[in-house]
């Protein structure tokens, strides 16, 4: 977009803003990129790490970028939303990137007054800090595909990145966003398993992580026609000790209760939409 000094702009770098703040600056450097949050002290340790601008308001970032993330927390949105529409509306060629959970990108429009304004809405999760995450994409009606293509490169580095309708988004957060969680989970518990089998802490962690990561990679690496089921059972010898685990898990429900968490996350995200 002409007019525009810097590539990227973040207004609020909270964990994630400061996440995808440093991201865009590995990739089209610090001087492309612009930070604005209240709390001085973040935006001063992000700028002080990539060279990226620290700017005085929310409005200036409207005002200087292309691209402007919007990393505020929900319940502040709408109260940032009135606060930048006049400058939004002096600059209508300006993208905005949202990454709050439940806020649709109508609502976004709605509470701007901005109809037209052009609008992408991600929803990025925490393993985008090592550079393996999975972030969902979908730009509202108004956003050109030249737009969106140029807007891609700006997370380059970060991990994954699909493109979906918006009214999948939600549920698909609540398996990739709320997922990490889950998996920190089961690391723990393969890890303090370890331990109580007489493996020192440090040695039972590294082998619980690289097994998660080792098993993830392999269905990726196995592509769309992956089956986790048919891997499942490849790993399990007749009468070994796979199936002996397998067979604990399954009296446990181990499966209906990692399905019974993504759908509760999925309920709670349908109740925060806004």
Not at 225 to 251: N, Q, R
Request: with cysteine; charged share 20%; net charge neutral.
């Amino acid at each position: 977009m002409s007019g525009s000094k810097y590539r990227a702009g973040f207004i609020g770098c909270g964990n994630m803003g400061g996440t995808l703040a440093s991201v865009c600056a590995r990739a089209v450097g610090g001087c492309g990129v612009a930070l604005y949050d209240p709390d001085t002290a973040k935006t001063a340790a992000i700028a002080a790490s990539t060279g990226a601008s620290v700017l005085g308001s929310a409005e200036e970032a409207v005002g200087s970028c292309e691209y402007v993330f919007l990393g505020v927390k929900p319940q502040i949105m709408k109260d940032l939303l009135h606060g930048i529409a006049g400058a939004a509306a002096k600059r209508p060629g300006v993208v905005f990137v949202s990454m709050a959970a439940g806020i649709e990108t109508s609502y976004i429009k709605k509470e701007t007054g901005l109809p037209g304004l052009r609008v992408i809405r991600i929803m990025p999760n925490m393993p985008c800090r090592s550079g393996e995450g999975m972030i969902l994409c979908s730009p509202a009606a108004g956003v050109s595909e030249e737009e969106y293509a140029s807007f891609l490169p700006l997370l380059d580095g970060a991990g994954r990145i699909i493109r979906i309708p918006e009214k999948m988004i939600d549920a698909a957060c609540a398996l990739s966003g709320s997922g990490p969680a889950y998996v920190f989970m089961f690391i723990e518990a393969l890890t303090d398993a370890g331990i109580e089998c007489g493996l020192p802490s440090d040695i039972a962690k590294l082998l619980a992580s690289q097994t998660v990561l080792g098993a993830a990679k392999s269905v990726l690496d196995a592509g769309d026609g992956a089956d986790p089921g048919a891997m499942k059972t490849a790993v399990c010898s007749p009468g070994g000790t796979t199936i002996a685990g397998v067979h604990a898990l399954e009296e446990k429900a181990f499966r209906a209760a990692v399905m019974d968490a993504v759908a509760a996350g999925y309920k709670r995200a349908l109740e925060l939409r806004q």
